[in-house]
């Protein structure tokens, strides 16, 4: 498993941007397929975005796209999730994710991930 940890989150006002990062431990990083996913209050988990190993492919939830951007630093162990032009409902806690085998198809859904960070909170107000 990948030992992950978010961080980044905060109180926005809507328009604005934030960059959340997930640091991973361990040393084969490089070669998982990474994810973000996001849960609001009352509302089950949900996928956001997610990124091939090597970064060659991304993918995105449709309400986020043209949004938001997701990035990785292989060298630094680091995925990113750049947020611009936040709405109200991009209110959620926000988990980075890595599945259960390396290389392989990028995985838009929850139970294809089996490590996960404790989450950062992102509020964005009116």
């Known amino acids: 498993q990948v030992q992950l940890v978010e961080s980044g989150g905060g109180l926005v006002q809507a328009g604005d941007s934030l960059r959340l990062s997930c640091a991973a431990s361990?040393?084969?990083?490089?070669?998982?397929?990474m994810g973000w996913f996001r849960q609001a209050p009352g509302k089950e988990r949900e996928f956001v975005a997610a990124?091939?190993?090597?970064?060659?492919?991304?993918y995105y939830t449709e309400s986020v796209k043209g949004r938001f951007t997701i990035s990785r630093d292989n060298a630094k162990n680091t995925v990113y999730l750049q947020m611009n032009s936040l709405k109200l409902e991009d209110t959620a806690v926000y988990y980075c994710?890595?599945?259960?085998?390396?290389?392989?198809?990028?995985?838009?859904?929850?139970?294809?991930?089996?490590?996960w960070g404790q989450g950062t909170q992102v509020t964005v107000s009116s």
């Open positions: 994710a890595a599945p259960r085998y390396r290389y392989g198809t990028v995985e838009l859904t929850l139970n294809k991930y089996d490590s």
């Open positions: 990124i091939r190993w090597d970064g060659g492919s991304t």
């Open positions: 361990g040393r084969t990083f490089g070669s998982y397929n």
